[in-house]
């Protein structure tokens, strides 16, 4: 199958990516399935990008969402606040770690929240005496977001490269991914080189340069669910206090619930300075990102002259998006979703990694929760990556899209460069049935791109 065999809209929306190809139109949406206006029914296996939780078309949600644009559409914060965004604040800061005894603020997406993010961080150094650090490390292996800084944060090399952009002065330290270990070392001899990288990072760099780093917990689309070793956190945590940096845990992804917790660094014991949320906040239904802000942090900030200024974009904190995240927040405690989340995620996992005994393509099954992670390789002994010229993961997609399974891979898991993955995260309501349908597709999908590749006999 090819572009060509997918349905083709006419279009003038100036869409920056590749324009010789031809998209779907989506529909509607039904719980974990979408449809396109041809009618064709797709499994959605990655929640539109790790996004969906509670499933499409909730109308408890729809109905928060029309009450509060008809009540108060908008208001600016320079005079108001609202009442869902009270109530959120509450909600997210309640589910934060206690020993953060968080505030809670609010921004549009992802990227604006990484913004934010970095902004407090260096306001925060500014204010404890420490003018001069202003670097944030950040890790290879990771990706967060579109604007300049948070494009320099990434470490993806794909999305670096091909953004020919003036990117600020943020180093990058190794990725904890033990199965393609950076130093070939195994854990637990390693010592825990990665973590202790950090420290090297700071040294170098002097660390009267430094204001934190950030890191996703469990690594999403740039590694799909790559989860590190024990001790990681600890580890980082440590060094971060040693050398006085801020600890931002990036959870665009891995926030509210996706892997099983209400986030994903609760399952090391190392609380963050800021937590950065967005994706699984609203579940899609409107846009929005959190920040939970530990009080050694937003004390700092108190009735100061710097009050306020991160987070004062127009769009942030806007009332109908925190409606709609307030009534999916509602929704997941009343139905325990995140629970479900992780039980699902266990039949799931281990229903992938049946699949992985009889597949030789796949070489490791990885995640937490339903953020789970298939890496391809060519040789499962040595862990092997094939070459970026095959093309592998583009084609899973492509024929899954085909057969009705929603998946999204990237390149780069093993050398950062060549390499495949797919990372896997539904709604958090898929059931069983719909589990093994997801494994089904998944199964025939690499056979298919197996044959279209001519990798069959080889790896049988
Ligand atoms: C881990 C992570 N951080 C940040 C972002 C950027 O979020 P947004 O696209 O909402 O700006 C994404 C988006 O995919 C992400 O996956």
Not at 228 to 249: A, H, N, T, V
Not at 287 to 295: E, G, L, N, Q
Not at 339 to 356: D, F, S, T
Request: proline fraction near 5%; charged fraction near 20%; charge should be negative.
């Amino acid at each position: 199958m090819n572009d060509t065999d997918l349905p083709t809209t006419p279009s003038h929306l100036f869409r920056v990516v590749d324009w010789t190809k031809s998209f779907l139109t989506a529909d509607y949406g039904e719980g974990v399935y979408l449809y396109d206006t041809d009618g064709k029914r797709y499994l959605d296996a990655i929640g539109g990008t790790h996004v969906i939780t509670v499933g499409y078309g909730v109308e408890e949600i729809a109905d928060a969402i029309a009450e509060q644009a008809r009540k108060a559409c908008f208001v600016h914060k320079a005079h108001f606040t609202s009442e869902p965004q009270e109530h959120l604040a509450t909600v997210v800061a309640e589910m934060s770690p206690p020993e953060m005894d968080a505030r809670v603020c609010f921004a549009t997406g992802g990227s604006t929240a990484n913004e934010v993010a970095i902004q407090m961080a260096q306001y925060y150094q500014v204010e404890t005496g420490h003018p001069g650090r202003r670097k944030i490390i950040a890790r290879w292996h990771s990706y967060h977001g579109r604007t300049i800084a948070t494009l320099s944060l990434s470490g993806n090399l794909f999305v670096r490269r091909n953004m020919p952009l003036s990117q600020l002065d943020f180093p990058h330290i190794q990725a904890p991914h033990c199965y393609q270990c950076p130093y070939q070392l195994s854990y637990p001899d390693c010592g825990l080189a990665c973590a202790n990288e950090l420290a090297t990072t700071i040294e170098q760099e002097g660390p009267d340069s430094v204001a934190a780093f950030i890191a996703e917990p469990i690594i999403g689309g740039a590694g799909s669910a790559i989860v590190p070793p024990p001790g990681y956190y600890e580890k980082i945590r440590e060094i971060c206090d040693f050398y006085q940096i801020l600890f931002i845990s990036e959870e665009v992804i891995t926030g509210f619930g996706r892997t099983g917790k209400n986030f994903g660094i609760e399952h090391w014991n190392a609380v963050p300075d800021i937590i950065t949320s967005s994706k699984t906040l609203s579940s899609g239904y409107a846009p929005i990102a959190s920040i939970s802000v530990h009080k050694k942090v937003w004390e700092t900030f108190m009735g100061g002259k710097r009050s306020g200024i991160p987070t004062f974009m127009t769009y942030s904190g806007h009332p109908i998006s925190c409606a709609a995240a307030l009534a999916v927040q509602n929704y997941i405690a009343k139905h325990q979703l995140i629970n479900r989340c992780e039980m699902m995620g266990k039949y799931l996992k281990e229903a992938i990694q049946k699949l992985a005994e009889r597949e030789s393509l796949i070489g490791d099954v990885r995640g937490k929760g339903l953020l789970i992670g298939v890496e391809f390789v060519q040789n499962r002994e040595t862990h092997q990556p094939f070459p970026r010229a095959t093309k592998l993961v583009g084609n899973i997609v492509q024929v899954a899209l085909g057969q009705g399974l929603i998946l999204r891979g990237q390149p780069g898991t093993g050398t950062s460069v060549d390499g495949d993955h797919i990372l896997i995260s539904p709604p958090f309501i898929i059931n069983k049935a719909q589990c093994d349908e997801l494994v089904e597709i998944l199964a025939s999908s690499i056979k298919q791109a197996k044959s279209m590749l001519n990798l069959s006999a080889a790896h049988e």
